[in-house]
């Protein structure tokens, strides 16, 4: 049996496996809309979770989150953190994990990160085109 070297960086299959079951958890916990905090009350259900990265030890998670309607995420992610309990209490109801992960929010900015990319990628298109000779 092959003995496979993996690059440390790399997520486990179980990790990934895990990220993307606390991924729906979460989502249906903020379609659900059970929160105490007001802001959250009104706006879970323009929040979108687009990845979550459990640690190694799967006893911590970082949820990935951005806003549907473009609201700055200023305000929601300190009411996500300050309601993480709520997510937590409902990814140890659902899940068969020994250990539930304590879940920290941050912004995604893949999105704006991939826009940016394609930006550049237009503009030096622009300036071949402009370039090169009409035949």
């Known amino acids: 049996m092959k003995n496979r070297k993996t690059n440390s960086n790399e997520p486990s299959q179980r990790m990934l496996r895990v990220g993307e079951q606390l991924r729906h958890l ?30 190694p ?23 996500l953190n300050e309601q993480a309990h709520v997510f937590q209490k409902e990814i140890g109801r659902s899940s068969n994990l020994k250990f539930t992960p304590k879940v920290k929010f941050v912004t995604d900015t893949s999105f704006d990160e991939a ?17 090169s000779p009409e035949e």
């Open 26 to 55: 979460l989502s249906e916990t903020l379609q659900r809309g059970h929160f105490s905090n007001e802001m959250l009350l009104n706006k879970s259900n323009m929040i979108i979770v687009s990845e979550v990265r459990p640690s």
């Open 115 to 131: 826009q940016h990319i394609e930006n550049l990628l237009r503009d030096v298109r622009k300036s071949d085109d402009e370039d």
């Open 57 to 79: 030890d799967l006893k911590h998670a970082r949820a990935y989150v951005m806003s549907i309607n473009g609201d700055s995420m200023d305000e929601l992610l300190p009411a």
